[in-house]
Structures are given as structure tokens and as C-alpha cells.
């Protein structure tokens, strides 16, 4: 088995472009990573990255390798899941992203109750707001709130989501209601964005009487944590969007309330993404299936 552990050893720092983070995802010293690597490129006869002092970049014999790698391990996971009574005892490591909001109330308290199912699948989540690169970031899924951008990934619709603007009181009796979306564009009220590197949503999706319509708003903050917007809102900083789940409670209790109903935000997908070629892994349908059922069981909820 030691030349399969440096095949993913190679395989998982080429994801991460680092060998520390990739030592650690696999639970080895970055020494026993950096050992494999080179065994690697010593049976081979040649370099399979060039080191800088923060990142590994593939060489161009490590690229080649890298798609012949991909292909063994995900051959033997075929074959050991022939093998096992995967219904049973799938297992194998998951790498998978979530939003903030989403990731902290639904997903991760769920993710023990999975494992005490799974034993033997060991589970890696990165929360954030922005929109992951699965491949490029060596994920195997991610839930995301939105429209995906790339095409070759294969998606699993979760919910289709209402969103809401809303302010807070103290906020609309400062500045008052807004009457039109025009009004969150000029100036005259402040919009609390989510915006990151590379963002490109800078503008709000309304349904207007003439359809959907996206409008540039402006406003003085912003911030890449959607939970930080809420904070904003709530002390009176602004006008947020944001799923209708993620603000009931807030809601309900009177501490937000929902400005310009006639035209609220278009409706968002909650969905799964992950890899045409990770479609047949067991470990990963039984994940995203628990997960489906966990996350609609608590919109239900929250709609209630």
C-alpha cells in the first residue's frame, strides 16, 4: 500500500498546492508528505513540483501524472466499493464547503450524527461565503446558495429559496421606507453587500411588474460574512438580502422587518455541487442524501 499513499499523498498536495495542508487533511506529518513526494519522484525520474517558499506549482511531468493518478485511485475505490457491502460501511475521507450560515445552524451540527452512521468515513468542511472552486480547491462537494457558474459540475437541487430585503425598525424610522428599488440605488438608503474577492454579484435581482430586474445599490459597508451583515442590520447600519430562513427568527421577533414587499429578490437555488466523475463514490450520494434531507427538514421549520 505505500506507493497508493504516495499516490494520494501526490494527488492531494497537487489539490492544495501546499504540502503542510495537505499533510494535515491526511493526517500525516508535512515530513511523511514531503518523504512520499519524493519517493514518487524518485521511481519516476523526474521533479513533479517546483517549490517557492508558499506553494508547490505542478511541473509539467507532475500535471501529466496527476490526471494518470486521479485515474488508479479512483479505479480502486471502484473496486473496493465492489468489494464492501457499501451500504454498510462506505468509507474514505469527504472535503466539502458550505456556507457560513448554512454550515454553522444545519450542516455541521448535523455532521456527528452522520459519522455515528458512517464510522468510517472521516468528514473536512470549509465554511465561507464566497463561491468555492471544487476542483481547484480539491473538494469533493459544496452546498452553495445561487446560480453555478460552471457548467461541467454535477448538481443536486436541495430547496428552491425565498429571499427578503429587510432593515430594522430603528433604521426605517431614520431613513424611512423605501418607496421604489430606485431609492436603494441613489443614495438615499444604505445596503449592506456581500462581496469578496472576485466577487461578481454587485447588483440585487428585484421581481418588478415588468419581471426580474437587477439593480446596482449602494451603500458604506461591506463585508465577505453574511452573519455580519445581519450584526449591521440589526444595529440599524442598513438594508440587507438575505435568504428568509437565515433571518425568521429576527423576523418573527420584530428586531428586522421586510422593506419593499412588491418587489421582493428573485428566488435562489440551495443545491449540492460535486464532479461528474465523483457521481458513482457511495460515500459522497450517502452524504449529500443525510444532508438533503437535514437541511429541507430545517427550512420546513423555519417556514413554519
Partial sequence: MAYIDNLRTFVRVYDLRNMSAAARDLRISPAVASARISQLEDHLGVRLFQRTTRLLHPTEQ????????????????????????????????????????????????????????????????????????????????????????????????????????????????????????????????????????????????????????????????????????TDWALAGHGIIMKPVFELADHLAAGRLVPVLPDTPPVDIELACLYAHRRKQDPKIRLFIDFMADMIQSALHKSNR
Wanted: proline content about 8%.
Fill in 62 to 229: 507532475g500535471s501529466i501524472f496527476y490526471d494518470g493518478a486521479t485515474r488508479v485511485l479512483e479505479a480502486l475505490s471502484d473496486a473496493e466499493a465492489q468489494v464492501h457491502d457499501v451500504t454498510q460501511s462506505p468509507r474514505g475521507t469527504l472535503y466539502f464547503a458550505a456556507p457560513l450560515w448554512l454550515g454553522r445552524r444545519i450542516i455541521a451540527p448535523a455532521v456527528p450524527a452522520f459519522n455515528a452512521a458512517y464510522p468510517l468515513i472521516d468528514l473536512r468542511l470549509r465554511l465561507s461565503d464566497r463561491k468555492v472552486d471544487i476542483t481547484a480547491e480539491g473538494l469533493d462537494l459544496a452546498f452553495f446558495l445561487g446560480t453555478p457558474e460552471d457548467s461541467t459540475l454535477k448538481m443536486r437541487k436541495i430547496a428552491t429559496v425565498q429571499r427578503v430585503l429587510c432593515a430594522s425598525p430603528d433604521y426605517i424610522r431614520t431613513k424611512g421606507q423605501p418607496e421604489s428599488p430606485i431609492d436603494l440605488t441613489s443614495g438615499a438608503h444604505d445596503c449592506l453587500n456581500l462581496r469578496f474577492p472576485g466577487a461578481r454579484e454587485f447588483q440585487w435581482p428585484l421581481q418588478t411588474e415588468n419581471g426580474p430586474r437587477r439593480f446596482a445599490v449602494r451603500g458604506p459597508f461591506e463585508s465577505d460574512d453574511g452573519d455580519v451583515l
